[in-house]
């Protein structure tokens, strides 16, 4: 099958992928807007149109009015539930499979690299389909749909909230551990759909370019470049990851386009 795409993968960025021996993944809310996921920044709507997600998305908010909180989570977790992976999700899932070593980072808390078929995966925000209780931490896989909201820990009695990162929170130790270690022995290092303007994860692809790794930055925003070891590449994850996957290896499997399922 021809490549649909072929001006659009510089040569050596393909090679220097199809030769990889560890590759590092770093993804961001871009690459799940093309599911249809809103990224965290975007005017909310409906019933909590009045409300920014900075108001809401801290421990602060939490103690003042753990119910409005509890619902604006359990408000987004039913949309999360009602997307798909697309085709820049399944084109990771093609990578892996085709490197002997592959670590994915996701600042994404929706779940759909897992749903798509990524296996190595770190979530450095959390999960916005688990809850955690709000005191000790306890995880919780299941709590009732009926009485009390936010219900309380089975274990502990304090009350559940989203297992995700909030504002004013550190992210997870062991998370952050894991992928500074993925990063120092990684050759190609690829940040998908991040505008990096946030830390810690922000310095993560500056990190592997001073370990000697191959970079590719990719998302709607940056400036084209085709010279190693930095790449830029503008455009949609779902168009892009494809095309870049098909390049390196041309006997890949198509992948669909960015709504598949």
């Not at 085709?226 to 499997?253: F, S």
Request: glycine share 8%.
């Amino acid at each position: 099958m021809a490549d649909p795409t072929p001006d659009l993968i510089p040569p050596s960025l393909a090679e220097r992928l199809r030769a990889a021996h560890a590759v590092v993944v770093l993804t961001g809310a871009g690459i799940s807007a093309e599911s249809g996921i809103p990224t965290f920044r975007n005017p909310q709507n409906g019933l909590w149109a009045n409300y920014r997600p900075e108001e809401l998305a801290t421990p602060q908010a939490f103690r003042a009015n753990p119910r409005l909180v509890w619902d604006w989570y359990a408000w987004r977790r039913a949309a999360v539930a009602t997307v798909l992976p697309n085709a820049g999700h399944r084109a990771l899932v093609e990578i892996e499979a085709r490197v002997p070593q592959f670590t994915l980072l996701t600042q994404n808390v929706d779940g759909l690299h897992q749903a798509a078929g990524s296996r190595r995966v770190i979530e450095l925000h959390g999960n916005i389909r688990r809850v955690k209780c709000f005191d000790h931490g306890h995880p919780v896989e299941s709590w009732p749909s009926t009485g009390a909201l936010p219900p309380p820990c089975p274990i502990c009695g304090s009350l559940l909230r989203p297992d995700v990162v909030w504002f004013g929170e550190q992210l997870p130790a062991a998370a952050l551990e894991q992928a500074a270690d993925a990063i120092r022995h990684c050759d190609l290092f690829l940040t998908i759909g991040t505008s990096l303007r946030v830390e810690p994860a922000a310095s993560l692809p500056y990190a592997a370019l001073e370990h000697g790794a191959t970079v590719l930055i990719l998302n709607q925003e940056v400036a084209p470049s085709t010279e190693p070891p930095l790449y830029g590449m503008n455009g949609p994850a779902g168009t892009l990851l494809p095309a870049l996957v098909h390049a390196a290896w041309p006997d890949a499997p198509a992948v669909g386009d960015a709504h598949g399922a």
